[in-house]
């Protein structure tokens, strides 16, 4: 019997398992890329032969616009859910409805008969003195109003801490950080899962409700993007293909903050500009998509019952000034200023808990940081608000009809005219809002720093903006003042006329809102778009575009990475930084293994292995490919294989194919060696070797090498020196050089 006729094909059909990847690992975008078109040509192909084979083709190329309708309407509703949750739970920690429990403080007061001016002292809903006491004035009653507060607070925040570390521990946090990582091409198992999905959703609702200086726009687009990566199960083309699914996750990011500010057009923006890492035509248009039906399921569910998609929805009718250019971009010089002094300590802090026993004890670190800010925060009633009720206050235009504290100024109603008020002398009621609003803002400013890392569900946008806000009303009331003793100063003179409105404070916030934002997350565009979407105010677009860019400079100058990137770099996830430049000098053969002094680099011949040598192989290495060579004297490149496919393959050949055992030769050309009869059978891997690996000579400047990782998506990259096989650079390779060359510890990279 020869050996040709034993010798059987195997792997004609492809195994389960081959061509997938393991947890923790990067994929290789080229091959996902060229399986697609494979899979695509196959199928135009074959759709000429039959009417149920156009059928299919037609249902295949529908596949992606129905996957991101399911994912707009999964994400909208599950933000409408959310907004009306935490709503309800953040004021049950101040009263309850009589009318019916489930309806929250506004919606309780809607069918009360009251006055305009006590609309929020309707008899139908009861503060907790009310209803224990029978009364609600006097010291007794506001400590026990004091009393429970800090015990709901504390309460919900435990209840998400536990929840996360029972079932989710994925489900703290903001979550972008790490979509940014997943869209780059890195593989977290779970961290997209359903389990994820469910107890974010309740957590997040839970830790706002809570209390805590944190925001849930950040969460939403993880939640979006667990709901884009749960339906991908359902259509064959994205399941089994990474490199698509992460086109439908860059359109799902869209979606998240198109529902987190009603901002569809922000949304992708953000996904293109902050998220995303591949992001071709195609997914723009399904984001844009995904990104409208997301936005529309939210307005139909209408959770603040003001048929808007935020709660912090302003319209000015003012112009702005020319000279009002001056406090805006003072307003982004402490945006950037805020935003850099909160990175370093945020990273300080994070870094802190990771290294010391701090991070054993998430749960109590939790409660500390509740029972703080929630003793901080009641007897304030800028900070025991929630804190998109206090944006929205902050980016309030006073009116005539306003009750609030920060609108009783002195009134002179002879000079009103129509529905524009005149500037006016400020009250007594707007000095104490001044300095209950400069102690919430040192309050925020530094108890996020505490909060933004820790064991629960905490996005970051809402406390920046507030941050912002704060400032920038307050400086927004100091000009209206200013202007109105001084209205014959020269640079009021020709603009800003006794008895006529010229500055506007909730614009000076709404753009101080956007400067500190912009410092800590560094977006430009997508920040403005998002903060116009919000507030409807088209003509201040070049206002906010002023402080967005000066923040962005000003932080930029301090510290070059934004909040995401510091965070990602902290937790050594693998990821090349596309906006960086790689300025050394230095060569592929500088940066390969092995090194010098290293041992040789492991290769596979292509037809001179046995099974057993092959086993030895992956027994004592833990390397993720080898690279397959003509012989070890030639050194002549053939191509690469992938551990993982190699061990499922020669398992499976173990079982299945007769006459397999641990001297059998293994071979990766067309045809077999010649071998002596006797010779027991062969096996054929052709089919699980990349014939075309990525080759660079060992005088490659880094700088290509790094280009070439970053646009393409590699994994690994085989160095070769006139032909022949030198060695190999993988994309940790990569980022443990850029990390040396920064004077950074190079084992950080490493996830962990």
Not at 181 to 202: A, N, P, Q
Not at 368 to 389: G, K
Not at 594 to 605: A, E, F, K, S
Request: glycine residues 8%.
């Amino acid at each position: 019997m020869n050996g040709t006729s034993t010798m059987m094909d195997f792997l004609e059909e492809p195994l389960p398992g081959v061509g997938t990847y393991e947890d923790f690992n990067t994929i290789d975008w080229v091959r996902e890329k060229s399986r697609d078109r494979d899979r695509h040509r196959e199928i135009t192909s074959r759709s000429k032969e039959s009417t149920w084979a156009l059928i299919h083709s037609v249902s295949d190329a529908f596949s992606g616009w129905l996957l991101m309708l399911l994912i707009g309407l999964l994400a909208g509703s599950l933000a409408g859910l959310i907004d009306i949750s935490a709503h309800w739970m953040t004021d049950l920690k101040e009263g309850v409805c009589l009318a019916g429990f489930w309806f929250n403080h506004e919606h309780c007061c809607w069918k009360s008969n009251t006055t305009f001016t006590d609309r929020d002292k309707c008899p139908e809903w009861k503060s907790w003195s009310q209803l224990i006491l029978g009364h609600g004035e006097g010291a007794f009653a506001y400590i026990l109003n004091y009393f429970m507060y800090v015990i709901w607070a504390l309460l919900f925040s435990l209840l998400a801490v536990l929840l996360v570390k029972g079932f989710a521990p994925y489900a703290c946090g903001s979550g972008i950080p790490e979509i940014k990582t997943i869209l780059s091409g890195f593989i977290i198992r779970g961290y997209l899962g359903k389990w994820t999905l469910i107890i974010k959703t309740i957590t997040l609702v839970l830790a706002v409700s809570s209390g805590l200086s944190l925001g849930k726009e950040g969460p939403l687009v993880h939640v979006a993007c667990c709901c884009g990566n749960i339906l991908c199960h359902l259509f064959t083309k994205y399941r089994k293909n990474e490199a698509k699914r992460r086109e439908v996750l860059s359109a799902a990011a869209a979606a998240g903050v198109s529902v987190a500010f009603g901002a569809p057009i922000g949304g992708v923006l953000f996904s293109l500009e902050e998220v995303s890492y591949y992001f071709p035509l195609k997914t723009l248009w399904r984001s844009f998509f995904a990104a409208l039906v997301a936005a529309f399921t939210l307005r139909s569910i209408n959770p603040f019952g003001n048929s808007r998609l935020v709660l912090f929805y302003v319209e000015f009718h003012m112009p702005w000034h020319l000279l009002e250019l001056v406090p805006f971009i003072l307003l982004g010089i402490f945006g950037g200023l805020w935003g850099a002094f909160f990175i370093r300590s945020n990273i300080a802090w994070c870094r802190r808990r990771k290294t010391t026993k701090l991070g054993k004890y998430p749960v109590l670190e939790v409660f500390v940081v509740t029972a703080i800010t929630a003793i901080l925060a009641f007897p304030n009633e800028y900070t025991r608000m929630s804190t998109s009720e206090l944006i929205s206050e902050l980016f309030n235009d006073c009116g005539i009809l306003d009750s609030s504290k920060l609108c009783e100024y002195v009134n002179d109603f002879n000079s009103t005219k129509g529905d524009d008020l005149p500037d006016r002398a400020a009250g007594p009621g707007v000095y104490t809002a001044m300095w209950q609003l400069a102690l919430a803002l040192i309050m925020k400013v530094f108890i996020t720093i505490f909060t933004f890392g820790m064991k629960v569900p905490s996005g970051l946008f809402i406390p920046s903006m507030a941050v912002g806000a704060i400032a920038g009303r307050l400086l927004g009331v100091a000009m209206e003042q200013v202007a109105y003793y001084h209205h014959d100063w020269a640079i009021f003179s020709g603009w800003c006329s006794q008895g006529a409105d010229c500055i506007t404070p909730g614009l000076y916030a709404m753009v101080g809102a956007a400067a500190c934002l912009g410092g800590v997350t560094r977006m430009t565009v997508s920040l403005v778009v998002i903060m116009f979407e919000l507030t409807g105010g088209l003509e201040y677009i070049v206002p906010l575009m002023a402080a967005a860019m000066t923040s962005k400079w000003v932080a930029d100058a301090i510290g070059r990475e934004g909040i995401y990137d510091a965070h990602i770099r902290l937790n050594g996830y693998p990821f090349l930084e596309a906006k960086e430049e790689f300025s050394h000098k230095t060569l592929a053969m500088d940066v390969m293994r092995p090194r010098r002094n290293d041992p040789p680099l492991t290769v596979i011949t292509q037809d001179s292995m046995t099974v057993e040598d092959v086993e030895t192989i992956i027994n004592e290495t833990t390397y993720s490919g080898y690279p397959v060579v003509v012989s070890r004297e030639s050194q002549r490149l053939v191509g690469f294989v992938l551990r993982r496919d190699l061990i499922i393959s020669v398992e499976n050949a173990r079982k299945k194919q007769d006459g397999i055992v641990s001297t059998s030769i293994i071979y990766f050309t067309d045809h077999s060696p010649p071998l002596p009869p006797s010779s027991p059978s062969m096996l054929k891997l052709r089919s699980i070797l990349d014939l075309s690996p990525f080759t660079v000579t060992d005088q490659t400047p880094m700088e290509i090498v790094v280009d070439i990782f970053r646009k393409l998506g590699l994994r690994q990259c085989l160095v070769t020196h006139n032909g022949k096989l030198l060695g190999i650079i993988t994309k940790k390779d990569v980022l443990k050089h850029i990390a040396q060359l920064a004077n950074q510890d190079p084992d950080s990279i490493l996830f962990n």
